[in-house]
């Protein structure tokens, strides 16, 4: 069965500097989705970043973008110039399943601090 | 845009007391989906709907039961709750097209049991 893992249950940085969430993930698939999600204090699940498995290149939206090593079975997000707004709770997700049947599988989560 | 909806948000229930967690989507999709979130264990699953007529048990589905409804609709029931089932329930739904298709997220329902 797929596992994800996020290792770092608490994250502190320093408002406009960057900062890497770590995630690593077991699977015997060759072809899957890997996802970012963003949970404020609102509860709110917020869709940050998507990454195909089959994509080389390493996704990129604004000040996010992720590093996916997929011999590794990796997939950390990088948050650039950090801002107070972007503290949250940070979920990594991997998609499993044929079509029809995806059930999306989610780590444990890293709360993410932004220190003014 | 309502995307995915969840009645009620905040709910207390005494022990033994029964309970159904409504949820509804009005983007189309096949796949919905129940969650529960507790503190340090992330998002686990605790029953699926592939598709209109089918549902699916998650990780963890033992004190629920679902229904779903019709393509909108899919619902989750507490027929005798228990303190440990005092959590939050996030109820999802994703489209079942080729490509990276994220999970779409209600706001959540907050239930005590007491």
């Known amino acids: 069965a797929q596992t994800v893992t996020q290792s770092q249950p608490e994250m502190s940085v320093q408002e406009a500097e960057t900062v890497t969430l770590s995630c690593t993930y077991d699977?015997?698939?060759?072809?899957?989705?890997l996802f970012w999600y963003k949970q404020p204090p609102s509860r709110q699940m917020i869709l940050v970043i998507r990454?195909?498995?089959?994509?080389?290149q390493n996704a990129t939206e604004n000040r996010f973008s992720v590093n996916f090593q997929k011999a590794a079975k990796s997939f950390s997000l990088k948050i650039s110039d950090s801002q107070l707004g972007d503290a949250a709770m940070y979920f990594c997700a991997y998609r499993t399943g044929t079509s029809g049947t995806y059930k999306y599988i989610f780590g444990t989560g890293t709360r993410l601090k932004v220190l003014a | 845009n309502a995307g995915v909806t969840q009645t009620p948000k905040f709910q207390v229930l005494k022990t033994g007391q029964s309970m159904t967690l409504q949820c509804a989507q009005d983007?189309?999709?096949?796949?919905m989906y129940w969650y529960r979130q507790d503190p340090g264990m992330g998002l686990r699953l605790i029953y699926y709907?592939?598709?209109?007529?089918?549902?699916d048990k998650g990780e963890v589905p033992n004190g629920y039961n679902v229904s779903r409804l019709n393509k909108r609709e899919f619902s989750l029931r507490l027929e005798s709750a228990a303190p440990s089932q005092t959590s939050v329930y996030f109820c999802?739904?994703?489209?079942?097209?080729?490509?990276?298709?994220?999970?779409?997220f209600g706001d959540g329902t907050r239930l005590s049991i007491l």
């Open positions: 983007m189309n999709h096949n796949s």
């Open positions: 709907s592939a598709s209109e007529g089918t549902t």
């Open positions: 999802a739904s994703s489209d079942i097209a080729a490509g990276a298709q994220p999970q779409h």
């Open positions: 990454q195909e498995a089959y994509k080389q």
């Open positions: 699977t015997s698939e060759s072809d899957y989705y």
